[in-house]
């Protein structure tokens, strides 16, 4: 049954983190190339590290063989701990979007991030926007990324808004990759599609609008 018709007023906002409201690239893209170093790994071209902005980052390993479960792992611990000494400052947030997200909950509307980054990064980078208390859930992937690809995140925010009474009727998911429209799909929410990330030409196909600045999502928004 369809949670939305892509028009407002919506009632509940979903939003993907990296690409959306993070310009995050710049911080895993190293953290990544730092990563394959210490793992004796070869380095992927940019255009592939870049592919690797948005989607769980233990697919990144997968995809250059590290296959041990336990290697994978320790990878993505290791990539973590590099992030985490410089990853916030290489991720400023994009152009009007936090002020975005706060006219949002002036608005009253609820809003959950549905970001495949694990939960306690999330809310390390909105806390260094200040905006991490806008948020009604900051729901993201599970440590081990047990939980993160983009259908079963957005299951998790929906739960948690329904336990929380919020009307799911008309609810909208706010995202960069092809991975944000299809994983909301299969929940029955409809998608705005933000130009300004980390998708390639064509990724938007699905989506009810596309949005080029801050400016024109806003008024999609009905703000």
Known sequence: MPLGTGQPPFSAILWDLDGTISDSAAGIIEALRKTF????MPIPSDETLLSY??????DSFKANHLDDQIELLH??????EIHEESGLVDSPAFAGMADLVRSVRRAGIPQSTATSKPESPANRVLRYYGIADEFDFITGATDDESRSKKEDVVEEALRRLREKGVDLSNVIMIGDRFYDVQGAAVHGVPTIYVNWGYGHVGEDEGAVAVASNAHELRGLLGL
């Open 37 to 40: 170093d210490v793992f004796r």
């Open 53 to 58: 902005v948005g989607p769980p980052i233990i």
């Open 75 to 80: 990878a993505l611990e290791t990539y973590r």
